[in-house]
């Protein structure tokens, strides 16, 4: 019963903070706070860019086809100050993506982390 | 029995945390390190304090660790960019079911209009949140802010000039400010902002008939705070104030950031949109 209360009042809460805008020039509200993916595949494009840097993932489904994902980070004046370079993410390198996913079910997300071949991760501000 | 206490632990201490982080939303400005660094030196020429130099907001982005190993801002965390939640109370008819609206929609995840996703600049109040950090430059009869979000810049006006009359003035997103110092203390009156503004990103409404003073001070060396007092009788039933506070520093300087540049969240209804 304790245990209930306590999921549910942690929902309460998780809720509260979802509903909160990132730090970001707009709502944040299309995520699902709630819920972390994680992407395998290949970048296809880094766009290190305001008013937000954008991923293009390739990720290979287990039926075996390729599927583009869409990732949303913050600004290069956020990312540069904690490690970020304009040269972090090149197209054909395979990383791994941490995000949280679109609402809809389409094939986007906001960036949490990634984590380089070399192992290194670097945050991508969500949150 | 084992697990099922451990997960009731794990709820509890999650709960507590939230309810005393959102309990202490803005108490204190937790120092970045031992040392805070201050401008030098400490007064200008003219006597008054020397506040030129890059400010980010305490509890800020630019305020946490941000490398790897970033965590997102923790369930109920203060967010120095809001005004207080009491502000919401003394909203007017029909300007509370207009905003309480907009918190329904988003609690609901729906993406609503945003001027700020169509790269607008926030304006006054809202400026000050500084999402990034804030430039300040004092000269000769002027102080200059400029925020790195957006690039925004706000001049205040301290040779002794008034504000032009209503009648004359056309309404900007920066308003017109003047300000004198009282002691140690910088006091800014800013009228002629735009109607079409919000206070900040839950679209918290504001007026053309809004009034703000604002009252700088440094609590202590390298923190400045603005107490910011916002009179607008035709959207709130009393004036309230909100305090932003920033934190000294030198290691930083304010980075360029030109919204239009690559902005993929415009949509034609305003609402940000994602592709």
Known sequence: MVSKFGIVALAACLAAAAASPAWSHHSFAMFDKAKQVTLEGTVKDFQYSNPHSWIQ???????????????????P????RSGWKRTSLVPGQKVTLLIYPMRDGSHGGNLISVTLPDGSTLGGGAG | MARLKTNALGCAAALAFCVVAAASAGAQYPAKSEKQAAP???RLPDGNPNWTGFWTPVGGILDRDFG???KPRAPGAPNPARAPAASRELLKSPYKEKYEQIQKDTADGKVT????????????????GATYGLEILQTPGQVTMTSEYQAESRRIWLD????????DALPTYAGHSIGHWEGDVLVVDTVQTRGD???????LPQSLSMHLTERFSAPQPGILQDDITVDDPIVYEKPWTMTKRYRYRPDLNLEEYVCE??????????????K
């Open chain 2, 197 to 203: 503004l919000v206070i900040d990103a839950t679209r």
């Open chain 1, 77 to 80: 004046n956020v990312l540069s």
């Open chain 2, 261 to 274: 540049d690559n902005n993929r969240n415009v949509s034609p209804t305003g609402a940000p949109s994602f």
């Open chain 2, 68 to 70: 790897p190993g970033f």
């Open chain 1, 57 to 75: 993932l390739v990720v290979m489904t287990p039926a075996g086809a390729e599927e583009e994902w869409t990732i949303e980070a913050l600004s």
């Open chain 2, 160 to 167: 002794g000039r008034k504000h032009p009359r209503d009648e």
């Open chain 2, 113 to 128: 209009y945003d001027d700020a996703a169509l790269c607008l600049p926030p304006g006054m109040p809202r400026m000050m």
């Open chain 2, 40 to 42: 030098t030196p400490a």
